[in-house]
């Protein structure tokens, strides 16, 4: 794998890949997750979501946010 590509990557590949994830909600705390998908430019492309916690007075909201993307060699 190579360096964190992600400010190289379109933002609608990257949000194509968090809309693969399962509900952040259901999801434990802190969760990982590293969906893998294609985009044009790199080839396949692993990228590292964390589980995100907004808590706005009474209402809590989670959320998938991406940490980092890396080539993947196959």
Do not use: C, Q
Not at 8 to 31: E, F, K, S, V, W
Not at 38 to 60: C, N
């Amino acid at each position: 794998m190579t360096d964190n590509l992600l400010s190289r990557i379109p933002g609608n590949y990257i949000a194509a890949a968090l809309l693969t994830l399962p509900r952040a909600d259901r999801a434990g705390d802190g969760a990982i997750m590293e969906p893998i998908i294609d985009v044009p430019e790199f080839g396949h492309v692993l990228i590292t979501a964390r589980r995100m916690k907004h808590k706005s007075g009474r209402t809590t909201r989670y959320f998938w946010t991406a940490e980092r993307a890396a080539v993947v060699s196959e």
